[in-house]
């Protein structure tokens, strides 16, 4: 894994482009004035997995040492089948890894579990893909409305804590690796 990461690529769904709030308190903007580097936002409302792949392979990856990836709520919201989202996602992985860029995988809850805890697809790709991975930080802001606008979408505060959480999570990998 690389040791300095310089440039960061947001990519995603709402929950990336930060829907519902202004630009500035998306969390990629957040995290980009927490850490002091570039973090793009590449992240489009209503995105289903499939598109966000068929879209990240356009991308150029050059200069990006690390992809935070935030996809699958529109999936999960819809009853996509589990497997293919398994699939879209892993592929993206496999996408961002051949471009030489790391890869920290954001868990998704699964809206239709009334414990609201990040889909187990998520952790099935992490365990096999062994990347960085944050599950925590959306079941939280889903199962608290003081951090959210909908149902799904997080409020100033949520995409606050967001991008505190990949801050948090980005430094414990720096530290680890210096």
Same mark, same amino acid.
């Given at each position: 894994?690389?040791?300095?990461?310089?440039?960061?690529?947001?990519?995603?769904?709402?929950?990336?482009?930060?829907?519902?709030?202004?630009?500035?308190?998306s969390?990629?903007?957040?995290?980009?004035?927490?850490?002091?580097?570039?973090?793009?936002?590449?992240?489009?409302?209503?995105?289903?997995?499939?598109?966000?792949?068929?879209?990240?392979?356009?991308?150029?990856?050059?200069?990006?040492?690390?992809?935070?990836?935030?996809?699958?709520? +529109?999936?999960? *919201?819809? !009853? @996509?089948? $589990?497997?293919?989202?398994? /699939? &879209?996602? =892993?592929?993206?992985?496999?996408?961002?890894?051949?471009?030489e860029?790391?890869?920290?995988?954001?868990?998704?809850?699964?809206?239709?579990?009334?414990?609201?805890?990040?889909?187990?697809?998520?952790?099935?790709?992490?365990?096999?893909?062994?990347?960085?991975?944050? +599950?925590?930080? *959306?079941? !939280? @802001?889903? $199962?608290?409305?003081?951090? /959210? &606008?909908? =149902?799904?979408?997080?409020n100033?505060?949520?995409?606050?804590?967001?991008?505190?959480?990949?801050?948090?999570?980005?430094?414990?990998?720096?530290?680890?690796?210096?």
């Amino acid at each position: 894994m690389k040791k300095n990461i310089k440039k960061i690529l947001a990519f995603g769904d709402s929950l990336t482009n930060g829907f519902g709030v202004k630009e500035e308190f998306s969390y990629p903007t957040q995290l980009q004035n927490l850490l002091g580097i570039e973090v793009l936002n590449a992240g489009v409302d209503g995105e289903f997995s499939d598109e966000g792949l068929y879209r990240l392979k356009l991308l150029i990856l050059k200069d990006i040492d690390l992809v935070i990836l935030c996809h699958g709520a +529109n999936d999960i *919201l819809n !009853k @996509i089948p $589990k497997a293919e989202i398994k /699939r &879209n996602i =892993f592929s993206m992985i496999q996408t961002i890894q051949e471009k030489e860029s790391e890869v920290l995988l954001v868990g998704v809850p699964n809206y239709y579990d009334r414990a609201l805890e990040t889909d187990r697809i998520y952790e099935q790709i992490t365990n096999e893909s062994k990347i960085m991975f944050e +599950n925590k930080v *959306l079941s !939280k @802001i889903t $199962k608290e409305s003081s951090l /959210r &606008n909908d =149902f799904v979408h997080p409020n100033e505060k949520g995409y606050a804590l967001m991008a505190e959480a990949f801050y948090k999570k980005l430094n414990e990998y720096k530290g680890n690796k210096s």
